[in-house]
């Protein structure tokens, strides 16, 4: 109720504010045309350039009006919003910029597929010498430890953990590794970019999921599909997994405002707060 009363009593003063501002430019316009006209008006002012100020007066009202206007029908500035489908479209876009020689990509995610593909098609598109320069850092959950999800059902119907499938999660990870690597090395040897791509695990939610882009850009969501299907590994069974291919991420540019700006530099500051406490991946035969 007083929320409601303080909102009510700023906009009393604003519609008086803007009364009171209209009135008085129209007032200067109506006092410089009468002293442009009437002698002894012009006398008492001791002026003689009524004219040209009260047209400025007027300009002054119709630019006044308009600004008001136009304020009034702007919204309030917010993120977009995409598919995560969709996030590649940018990730190409940034990676593709010939004007951009630096790129760097910094993402949370579950096995990092779905920033591999685009940064790769970007990439090997690129003509020969192009010389581009590419950071590439993600993060995914540590699949060497036990987590509900992904996971299974135990008898009572509830998530536990599956030490299979998690090791079948972390094997897909480094395969993502190895391939980001045959790129890295292919686009050397052709001069076309330098690329330094970089995995680290820590114990986090996998629900988690954001990418920045050059620190410019914030796509921010969740994995927000929790799905039962059967295992791709043996023994068969069913077991439980994230979905996130259709969720939505906010899209945050930087420049876009304050919003912006502050949604950007939060999250780049949370992405290096985790870099600093994870972990390398542990090799092949260890995990």
């Keep these: 109720m007083a929320a409601r009363g303080r909102r009510s009593g700023r906009e009393r003063w ?19 045309l009468v002293a442009q006209f009437v002698q002894p008006v012009g006398d008492a002012l001791e002026g003689k350039a009524y004219l040209g100020g009260s047209i400025v007066s007027l300009v002054g009202y119709v630019l006044y009006t308009e600004v008001r206007e136009l304020n009034r029908r702007t919204p309030p500035e917010a993120g977009s919003e995409i598919r995560t489908a969709d996030l590649g479209e940018h990730i190409e876009r940034v990676v593709g910029n010939r004007r951009a020689r630096r790129v760097r990509i910094d993402a949370v995610g579950y096995t990092g597929e779905t920033v591999k593909a685009p940064v790769m098609r970007s990439l090997e598109a690129l003509e020969e010498g192009a010389r581009r320069s590419v950071r590439v850092r993600i993060l995914v959950p540590d699949f060497t430890v036990p987590m509900a999800i992904p996971g299974t059902l135990d008898a009572q119907g509830r998530a536990v953990d599956d030490p299979a499938y998690r090791a079948y999660q972390l094997d897909r990870v480094r395969w993502n590794v190895r391939e980001f690597a045959g790129v890295a090395r292919s686009l050397r040897g052709a001069r076309r970019a330098d690329m330094d791509v970089q995995f680290r695990m820590l114990r986090i939610t996998p629900l988690l999921k954001f990418c920045l882009l050059n620190g410019d850009e914030l796509f921010d969501g969740i994995y927000d599909k929790v799905v039962q299907e059967s295992a791709p590994v043996p023994p068969e069974r069913q077991i439980l997994d994230l979905k996130g291919y259709q969720a939505v991420l906010t899209h945050w540019r930087a420049g876009s405002g304050a919003a912006g700006r502050e949604k950007v530099a939060q999250r780049q500051d949370l992405f290096d707060t985790l870099w600093r406490l994870s972990s390398p991946l542990p090799d092949a035969g260890s995990g």
């Design 14 to 32: 604003a519609n008086a504010e803007s009364a009171l501002t209209k009135a008085l430019l129209l007032g200067v316009f109506v006092l410089g």
